[in-house]
């Protein structure tokens, strides 16, 4: 099991293709990794925390005042178990809250908390996607070492417009965490 051992904090956001968020966590929960999903508000309309639950074996934070299960503060303690932090996928929302240290929600809370690496992958319409804002943002998370998962070029996006900003592949983000790992044991 490649991932034996090693912690995920997998951010949902509200994108389309959160219902992805569900094979991720299966696929990096079978790889060994335990797996501790955190869901926007935006994202639970999408996908329903209990599948995210099921499929990762753990409990999904959904809200910054849910009761932790001891003293700690949850965002606290997740950010601190984290081996890595995993936004698949991530809206331009959520990108434009890490560039600007926004912590409206336990999400984002957790990724100003955490010491952990960085990946995002980005789900959102293209034009979304190209627009000066968010590729300003990004540039501004890559420079603090945020690594990213570009979205896929070419086919239909669930706004019925076609070009860039589906989700890659979820096994191309399987690989690349596990890469990721490989690369950093």
């Given at each position: 099991m490649p991932l034996q051992g090693k912690t995920i904090v997998l951010?949902?956001?509200?994108?389309?293709?959160?219902?992805?968020?569900?094979?991720?966590?299966?696929q990096l929960t079978r790889l060994g990794a335990s797996v501790h999903c955190v869901m926007t508000k935006e994202a639970t309309h999408i996908i329903g925390p209990l599948t995210l639950q099921t499929l990762s074996r753990n409990p999904v934070g959904t809200?910054?005042?849910?009761?932790?299960?001891?003293?700690?503060?949850?965002?606290?303690?997740?950010?601190?178990?984290?081996?890595?932090?995993l936004v698949a996928p991530a809206t331009a929302?959520?990108?434009a809250c890490f560039a600007h240290g926004l912590a409206p929600d336990l999400l984002t809370s957790i990724y100003l908390a955490t010491l952990a690496p960085v990946i995002i992958a980005p789900a959102m319409n293209g034009k979304m996607y190209r627009h000066p804002a968010t590729q300003a943002n990004m540039d501004t998370l890559r420079a603090r070492g945020t690594q990213f998962?570009?979205?896929?070029?070419g086919g239909m996006l669930a706004c019925g417009y076609e070009g860039e900003g589906k989700l890659s592949p979820v096994d191309e983000i399987v690989a690349r965490v596990a890469a990721f790992f490989q690369k950093n044991h």
């Open positions: 951010g949902v956001t509200g994108s389309i293709a959160a219902y992805k968020a569900a094979d991720i966590a299966s809200d910054m005042w849910q009761q932790s299960k001891d003293w700690q503060p949850e965002h606290i303690e997740l950010a601190d178990s984290a081996d890595l932090f929302n959520i990108i998962i570009e979205p896929q070029k």
